[in-house]
């Protein structure tokens, strides 16, 4: 599987913004996609996931409220919508893919190549 995400970009604090993951390959085992973003200096953190077949989602307590993820199957695409973004959000944004949400929040997964993420505040 590959994951390619776009969306990145600077934003004012208060802004909204809208990350994009594409998920292509063998996806048949890649039940659980997700968000996670690392900010300098700190370890990679976990965001958003959702499952694919049946179209569960979950999310980090900083997100809760304010950001939501979504899945476009017929272009295999999972989506972030971010918004009421702060200087906190600021990161390096990735998504990942991985056979169950177990293994998606422990960072068992495969990964694309991140996004960057500034809001200026």
């Known amino acids: 599987v590959q994951l390619q995400a776009s969306g990145g970009g600077l934003v004012q604090a208060g802004d909204s913004l809208r990350l994009s993951c594409v998920v292509s390959?063998?996806?048949?085992?890649?039940?659980?996609v997700g968000w996670f973003r690392q900010a300098p200096g700190k370890e990679r953190e976990f965001v958003a996931g959702l499952l694919r077949r049946g179209g569960s989602t979950f999310y980090a307590d900083s997100a809760k409220g304010r950001f939501v993820i979504s899945s476009d199957n017929t272009k295999n695409t999972v989506y972030l919508q971010m918004s009421s973004l702060n200087a906190e959000d600021t990161a390096v944004y990735y998504c990942?893919?991985?056979?169950?949400?177990?293994?998606?929040?422990?960072?068992?997964?495969?990964w694309g190549r991140g996004t960057q993420v500034t809001v200026s505040s």
């Open positions: 390959g063998r996806t048949f085992n890649s039940n659980a």
């Open positions: 990942a893919a991985a056979r169950t949400v177990v293994d998606l929040q422990a960072k068992i997964a495969t």
